[in-house]
Nanobody, 118 residues
Framework: VQLQASGGGLVQAGGSLRLSCAAS????????MNWYRQGPGKQREVVAS???????NYADSVKGRFTISRDNAENTVYLQMNSLKPEDTGDYYC?????????????WGRGTLVTVSS
């Protein structure tokens, strides 16, 4: 599975961005998908998840502001980020989890940088 994240950029606090993660090599409907981020000097953390069945989960820090969605026909996962704050700054990574009989297999794409100015 290859993952390509895009959509990062520089935005002022209170603004919005939409990140995209295009998957290839495997049909998206078989994968659970996550968005992680890593801020400056911080550990990588999961911010949003969406299962194969469409169930979503969010980190407390982004609840009510971020929305994860998936378009299986386009093999793409999105992260709509609204009301952005400077603390949302970081590299955002797309992650896919494939459930195999031998256990989960994880795939990572390159990050896309989000910078929120105050």
């Amino acid at each position: 599975v290859q993952l390509q994240a895009s959509g990062g950029g520089l935005v002022q606090a209170g603004g919005s961005l939409r990140l995209s993660c295009a998957a290839s090599g495997r049909t998206l409907s078989f994968l659970d998908m996550n968005w992680y981020r890593q801020g400056p000097g911080k550990q990588r953390e999961v911010v949003a998840s969406i299962t194969r069945g469409g169930s979503t989960n969010y980190a407390d820090s982004v609840k009510g502001r971020f929305t994860i969605s998936r378009d299986n026909a386009e093999n793409t996962v999105y992260l709509q980020m609204n009301s952005l704050k400077p603390e949302d700054t970081g590299d955002y990574y797309c992650n896919a989890v494939e459930a195999l009989l031998t256990g989960p297999r994880y795939y990572w794409g390159r990050g896309t940088l989000v910078t929120v100015s105050s």
